[in-house]
Nanobody, 125 residues
């Protein structure tokens, strides 16, 4: 599967952005998909994930209640709605996919099978 992320930009603290990730290739509906982010000088970290059947969602504690992940298997799209953005949310955001059901190590970047290119999100204070 190939992934193409879009939707990043510059926003003031408290604002909102919506990231989108378009997938190509077959069997997208069999993949667990999600978002990671990497701030300058820091390691890539998990943000959110959604199971292949849309039943389960997972979030980094610091984004719970502010970010919402969704997917449309028919359109092969994964979105991340980000509200109440904070300066500490500033990072390059990557969409990610792993074939199959959600793994126990879903929050580990090492288990990701496929990465999209990053999209920059900058939140000014």
């Amino acid at each position: 599967v190939q992934l193409q992320a879009s939707g990043g930009g510059l926003v003031q603290a408290g604002g909102s952005l919506r990231l989108s990730c378009a997938a190509s290739g077959r069997s997208f509906s069999y993949y667990t998909v999600g978002w990671f982010r990497q701030a300058l000088g820091k390691e890539r970290e998990f943000v959110a994930a959604i199971s292949y059947n849309l039943i389960s969602t997972y979030y980094k504690d610091s984004v719970k209640g502010r970010f919402t992940i969704s997917r449309d298997n028919a359109k092969k799209m994964v979105d991340l709605q980000m509200n109440s953005l904070k300066p500490e949310d500033t990072a390059v955001y990557f969409c990610a996919a792993q074939f199959g059901t959600v793994r126990a190590d879903y929050a580990s970047a090492a288990q990701v099978g496929y990465w999209g290119q990053g999209t920059q999100v900058t939140v000014s204070s």
